[in-house]
């Protein structure tokens, strides 16, 4: 029998163009060998962890030859794990990736892999049994030869503790060469504390545990109670000792025999056993009192698995389907009529919807219904959102409707916390797998269903490699396993509607707000929008960030007790400090960068490299004291309404004031428990939060990065103010929606302000035709990072003609290479950076044709980049 491995250069799979080997796996292994599972193999001079891809029979075996006279393969060493960590249909998905992006197949591999299983592996040495002890031996061999002898084996570390590191480099594989010890790794995994942990449960009958019961309360009348002013030094009597510990096993049998423990999990009702050390809090029961009830047969303590849960300690309300308006109805009988039909059950390809749902239309609740419908026939499903700021929300809605159901994968949980989701993932304790894009890897079959929701956004694409786009490899699992997909936005990509446009997905629209509170046949409405100029409010000698129209509807909305947001997508309080004597502006001596000042801290902040400094009273060039800050950010705006609404309860919602996953949770949860009044932040604001007393939006600018030189600029625009938008209004109040701009006139805030796609769409998919933009060419962004400028330029321009080499040799058409030139920000972190972009139908091509040679340190490539900066 032969395995197709894919073995890294080292105990991790790095990014490195490794192909697969093929290795000899002996008769004694064969049986339990598969593919996806993780086997030890020689790898030049040590030993190493592989994944094995594929297995078949030997040549020998197929040919009826002799094993001999074929050439000679080494052989898999042992198995590192008892089942197979990566399905077949992801292996396939692995494939796909490397293929679709141009990346090594290692890399596109370590996505499936558990969370830090590979992070840590040990070597360990054993005597070779067959060997005798020679006499020639060093003095280092002779100490490790001894200490093998005086155990079974060896980590590799502790010999390393007695000869230092560099000689036992030294002398193992000299030991390993004259075959008197073998060498093998072993998994340890990153560590995640106790892995096990005691369980308590009643195991006996109920006449037995009544009668266990009544004699205690018998000998509790014959004894004397123990005294409650005993001093903590004086020692009980001895009766006084038994009635104590008969009342902490009354009390321990008491809580086991109740409905619902409080040692158990709250989303997870109905444990039938406690955790011990629970147990021991709150009856103070000693260990050998709770052992004289588990040896009179009462109770059994269990080792069990400890889990990490990332839910633990969370009150999640249990919920039931909601009354579906008309055209939410169809929509989901489209999607359910397709988890039916034949090819999605056959796994010969599934279907793929684009549901185009404005604001508050009711996508989610259709993504439920679907899900509900998933688990009926049997299957399992994935949903995606974008951010780790969505997700508390998200699983507060999924959860409830699926209680006990619901595994949350996303790079904020700690490495223990994704282990045991993954694990209860790959054991089918959990149906339903919801997460940011990393969740697409989950170990799930019986695949039916795949939602990506909010499919526009840019957090879906993986900035390293392998650069891969969520939504895209969502569509290709969606193929692979015959499972339906439907990709949710209020605002989609170009790309999607391009594609659901031309056929190649299924487009399902919700043009109207679903009802809210009870059925109604009359739908919510958008809120209007209404635009401010900000050149007329300067003209009428109004310097404010907070226009008059915007003032007035903030005052109006707080006097009504009702919540707005206010949506700026940029931090600090001044995008620059400057002196206007001389025009020094104050800039980060690392990046091509101005810094960014902050007025809570006094201090001025590059948000690329995080470089902080004292903000300058004096400039450093000219001595003058006319310094002077320019340009508005979250933190200004959170200044400018306290000063103008005293009495209003503020919050700031941004990556200054949330830096992690708990702070997200309890600056959304004071919004919506209503202990603030107005909301100022960041992106982190418009993405599918579902806040409904939210009636009023204020857009401070606009205009902010409208006009990057970026081709996606005017589509991220367009995006966030419509998304932003729709958080108001979204319950029984009407909403409403303050623009304030300085380009009025731009088709894309004229649009946004009338929640119409369909005119933006036209414009935008226009645009991108005349000059081959994507969808009708893909880009590849190469970049080079070196110390040196020049080094940087030149390099990029080695690359720019070796790339045009390609083209000009495989003739292609509509191919083509911009640049190279400076990046957008030229030097970052110290580095410089310089990027060409290759525009192509088909750019794995001509990527495919470079060797390691043409991509040495220092490049990174983004296939289909989300930016262009």
Same mark, same amino acid.
């Given at each position: ?15 490195? @163009? ?50 001999? +006279? ?39 591999? *370590? ?21 005798? @002890? ?50 093998? $790794? ?157 090819? +999605? ?34 299957? @399992?499903?994935? $949903? ?16 409830? *409707? ?113 009802? #809210? ?6 739908? =919510? ?60 502006? =104050? ?73 992690? @996953? ?19 932040? #960041? ?67 004229? =649009? ?12 935008? $998919? ?104």
């Amino acid at each position: 029998m032969r395995a197709q491995i894919l073995v890294p250069q080292s105990s991790t799979f790095l990014d490195a @163009r490794i192909p697969l080997l093929t290795y000899h796996v002996p008769d004694i292994l064969a049986k339990d060998i598969s593919a996806g599972q993780i086997v030890s193999v020689p790898f030049g001079e040590r030993s190493a962890a592989g994944l094995v891809w594929a297995t078949s029979a030997g040549e020998e075996a197929q040919s009826g030859g002799d094993e001999e +006279s074929l050439p000679r393969l080494r052989s898999v060493t042992g198995v590192l794990s008892s089942e197979s960590l990566v399905l077949p249909v992801q292996l396939a998905l692995a494939e796909w990736i490397a293929d679709h992006y141009a990346a090594p197949l290692a890399s596109a591999a *370590r996505l499936f892999l558990p969370p830090g299983l590979l992070s840590s592996t040990r070597q360990r040495l054993r005597l070779c049994e067959e060997a005798a @002890r020679p006499d020639d031996l060093s003095t280092d061999e002779a100490v490790v030869l001894g200490m093998l002898r005086e155990s079974d084996w060896l980590d590799l570390d502790q010999v390393i503790r007695v000869l230092g590191r560099s000689r036992a480099r030294d002398v193992i594989p000299r030991l390993r060469e004259r075959q008197l010890i073998r060498v093998t $790794v072993e998994l340890t995994g990153a560590h995640t504390g106790s892995r096990y942990q005691r369980t308590l449960r009643l195991s006996g009958s109920r006449e037995a545990l009544e009668t266990w019961r009544l004699q205690a309360r018998s000998q509790l009348d014959r004894l004397p109670a123990p005294s409650p002013r005993r001093s903590p030094w004086q020692r009980p009597a001895k009766d006084e000792k038994r009635s104590e510990r008969l009342l902490r096993q009354l009390a321990t049998l008491d809580l086991l025999d109740s409905r619902s423990p409080a040692g158990g999990v709250d989303h997870e009702p109905g444990h039938a056993s406690w955790r011990v050390e629970e147990l021991r809090k709150l009856t103070r029961i000693t260990p050998s009192a709770l052992q004289e009830l588990a040896d009179s047969g009462l109770v059994t303590v269990d080792e069990v698995r400890r889990r990490h849960d990332p839910l633990a300690g969370r009150q999640i309300a249990r919920s039931g389907p909601l009354a579906l308006g008309a055209a939410q109805s169809r929509v989901l009988s489209a999607i359910t009529s397709s988890l039916w039909s034949a090819p +999605s059950l056959t796994g010969q390809g599934g279907h793929v919807f684009l549901l185009h749902g404005i604001t508050g239309s009711g996508k989610t609740e259709i993504f439920l219904q679907a899900l509900a419908a998933t688990l009926t026939q049997g299957r @399992r499903g994935i $949903v995606l959102v974008p951010e780790i700021a969505l997700t508390p929300q998200a699983m507060d809605r999924y959860a409830g *409707r699926f209680p006990g159901r619901v595994a949350l994968l996303h790079s904020g949980l700690s490495t223990a916390e994704r282990l045991d989701e993954w694990r209860r993932i790959r054991a089918g304790e959990a149906d339903i797998v919801l997460g940011s894009r990393s969740a697409l890897f989950a170990p799930v079959d019986r695949l039916g269903l795949i939602v990506v929701d909010e499919e526009h956004e840019a957090a879906y694409k993986q900035d390293r490699t392998p650069t891969y786009h969520a939504r895209e490899a969502a569509v290709a699992l969606g193929k692979l396993t015959g499972a339906t997909v439907v990709l949710g936005s209020a605002t989609p990509s170009v790309e999607s509607y391009w594609l659901a446009t031309h056929g190649a997905y299924t487009l399902l629209e919700l043009l109207e707000r679903a009802p #809210t509170g009870v059925p109604s046949t009359a739908p =919510a409405s958008l809120p209007p929008v209404q635009i401010v100029d900000l050149r007329a409010e300067l003209r009428s000698g109004n310097t404010s960030i907070v226009s008059a129209p915007l003032r007035l509807a903030l005052q109006q909305t707080l006097e009504r007790g009702e919540q707005a947001i206010l949506f700026l997508n940029r931090r600090g309080s001044a995008t620059s400090v400057v002196c206007r004597e001389c025009g020094y502006v =104050a800039r980060c001596r690392h990046c091509d960068v101005s810094m960014t000042f902050h007025a809570g801290d006094q201090v001025v902040l590059c948000h690329y490299c995080g470089l902080q400094e004292p903000v300058p009273i004096i400039c450093p060039y000219c001595q003058s004291a006319s310094i002077r800050h320019f340009g508005v950010g979250t933190e200004r705006v959170e200044m400018a309404v306290k000063a103008l609404f005293p009495g209003a309860r503020v919050l700031r919602w941004d990556r200054d004031t949330a830096r992690t @996953r708990a702070v997200h949770e309890e600056l959304l949860r004071a919004f919506v428990e209503r202990r603030a009044d107005i909301l100022v932040g #960041t992106q982190m604001i418009a993405k599918g939060l579902d806040l409904p007393a939210v009636t009023l939006v204020g857009v401070v600018s606009a205009d902010v990065a409208l006009f990057l030189p970026d081709f996606r600029a005017s589509e991220r625009a367009f995006g966030l103010l419509t998304q932003v938008a729709g958080r108001s209004g979204r319950g029984n109040l009407p909403g409403k929606v303050l623009v304030q701009t300085l380009n009025p006139e731009h088709f894309c805030i004229q =649009a946004a302000s009338r929640h119409d796609y369909a005119s933006f769409f036209a414009a935008e $998919v226009s645009a991108r035709q005349r000059y081959g933009y994507p969808p009708f060419r893909r880009f590849v962004k190469c970049t080079f990072v070196h110390s040196e400028r020049y080094t940087a330029e030149i390099e990029t321009t080695r690359l720019a003609e070796r790339l045009t080499q390609i083209i000009h040799d495989y003739d292609l058409e509509e191919t083509d290479i911009v640049g190279p030139a400076p990046a957008f920000i030229e030097r970052l972190r110290g580095r410089y950076r310089w990027q060409l972009i290759l525009r192509s139908p088909d750019p794995c091509r001509v990527m495919n044709s470079l060797t390691d040679e043409d991509l040495p340190r220092g490049w990174s490539v983004d296939i289909d980049p989300t930016s262009t900066l």
